[in-house]
């Protein structure tokens, strides 16, 4: 599987404020390039702090990209994934809705009242890993179900257990023309942080989109993309 990780930041590296609400760091432009990159994919990953936060559809917004998924034979929008340990996703969430395929990952812990609703919403439910759901079970789980190509926005938490995991082959950072500030805002890569191990990168394009810049890394010692 080839992970694609996605986001876009403040110049000082925040994914939204400390008040987490969604941020529109993106402009025109580069949403239409996120756009492309989800057309491309067979399914776009969050954290639930994601969905908690921004309530995502996550789905192809370009009609003409849904019209060539679905001459290609592909469902119109790729499937969502939620890694959501405890089954926190309210069963009213965009992405619960019947546009695409849902995966909800979840640890064993999650209680099987939620695991029942997610099912009941139409979800499918994952199991991967006991308190927390593990990124390499999880990713597996996904491969075993024809996903190739995953693309994950965020937030940080995940993307952090995610380079943790080492399971990262490629990410892209729209570096907007803002400064959000405060110790509390999220990061691209939250987490517990790296103190040594740190994934190393190779820059593999820089670009200006709308008033931003866009950077372009493949991460090191992963597998070349097939
Ligand atoms: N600017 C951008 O491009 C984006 C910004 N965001 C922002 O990021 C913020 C949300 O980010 P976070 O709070 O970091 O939440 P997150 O979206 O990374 O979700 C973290 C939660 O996911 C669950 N989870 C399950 N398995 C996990 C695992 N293996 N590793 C990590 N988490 C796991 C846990 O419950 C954890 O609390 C929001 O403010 C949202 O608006 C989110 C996506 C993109
Ligand atoms: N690329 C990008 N730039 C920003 O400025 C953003 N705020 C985000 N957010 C991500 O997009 C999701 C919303 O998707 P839908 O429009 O609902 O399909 C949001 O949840 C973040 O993952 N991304």
Redesign the pocket.
């Known amino acids: 599987m080839h992970v694609h990780v ?3 930041t403040s110049a000082d590296g925040k994914l939204a404020s400390r008040e987490r609400s ?5 402009g025109p432009e ?2 239409d390039r ?1 756009d492309a990159i989800r057309a491309e994919s067979d399914a776009v990953a ?1 954290g639930v702090g ?1 969905v908690l936060a ?1 309530d ?4 192809v ?1 370009d009609e003409d990209r849904v019209a060539d998924r679905e001459g290609d034979g592909r469902p119109s929008h790729p499937a969502r994934v939620v890694f959501d340990s405890r089954g926190r996703t309210p069963t009213d969430a ?1 992405l619960l809705d019947d546009a695409a395929t849902t995966y909800v990952l979840v640890a064993e812990a999650a209680p099987e009242g939620r695991r029942e609703a997610f099912a009941s919403a139409g979800a499918e439910v994952v199991v991967a890993g006991s308190d927390r759901v593990d990124p390499s079970a999880g990713l597996d789980a996904l491969a075993d179900r024809g996903i190739d190509r995953l693309l994950v ?2 937030g940080g938490e995940l993307i952090f257990s995610l380079f943790e995991a080492g399971l990262v082959d490629e990410l892209t950072v ?1 570096v ?1 023309a803002t400064v959000v500030g405060g110790r509390d805002a999220p990061t691209l890569a939250d987490g517990e942080g790296f103190v040594e191990g740190f994934p190393e990168l190779s820059l593999d394009g820089v670009e200006r989109l709308d008033d931003g810049v866009l950077l372009r890394w493949a991460v090191d010692g992963r597998p070349a993309d097939e």
Do not use: C
Request: no cysteine; aromatic share 8%; glycine share 8%.
């Open positions: 996605n986001a876009a969604q941020l529109r760091i993106s580069d949403f996120v969050v994601t921004d995502p559809s996550l789905t917004k965009a926005e965020g729209y907007g």
